[in-house]
């Protein structure tokens, strides 16, 4: 059975890659397969849904990310494409296009185009 899971998630995550990759992030919304890319990729320190609590006290979530001041789809997707900006905890790698995917994704939990 923890095989069978482990090809599902991995089966979202290309799915997930290849969606965005197809469509860009000129519009977006919620999916599934964002949603499974932000926990297989972050989950583990953040909070990725709201309402929620990261199960690393010292990671801010998603939401409360996106709510900080200043903060853009286009900053935070920088943010995400320049891998030596991360904490030391935070060690691994995105494409261009998968920062973006995130990025777009989080914004979506009350970031800028939220704000009135």
């Given at each position: 059975m923890g095989s069978r899971v482990s090809f599902v998630t991995i089966g979202a995550l290309l799915l997930a890659a290849c969606q965005h990759a197809a469509t860009?992030?000129?519009t977006?919304?919620?999916t599934i397969e964002d949603i499974a890319f932000a926990?297989?990729?972050c989950g583990g320190c953040h909070a990725v849904e709201t309402p929620g609590?990261?199960?690393n006290p010292a990671s801010p979530t998603f939401a409360e990310i996106a709510h900080r001041h200043g903060t853009t789809q286009r900053t935070l997707a920088a943010f995400l494409r320049d891998a030596h900006n991360?904490?030391?905890a935070m060690?691994?790698?995105?494409t261009p296009q998968q920062a973006d995917?995130?990025?777009s994704?989080?914004?979506?939990l009350g970031g800028a185009s939220q704000r009135p």
């Open positions: 860009g992030n000129a977006h919304s919620r926990q297989a990729s609590i990261s199960p991360y904490p030391e060690d691994f790698d995105l995917a995130l990025a994704y989080m914004m979506t």
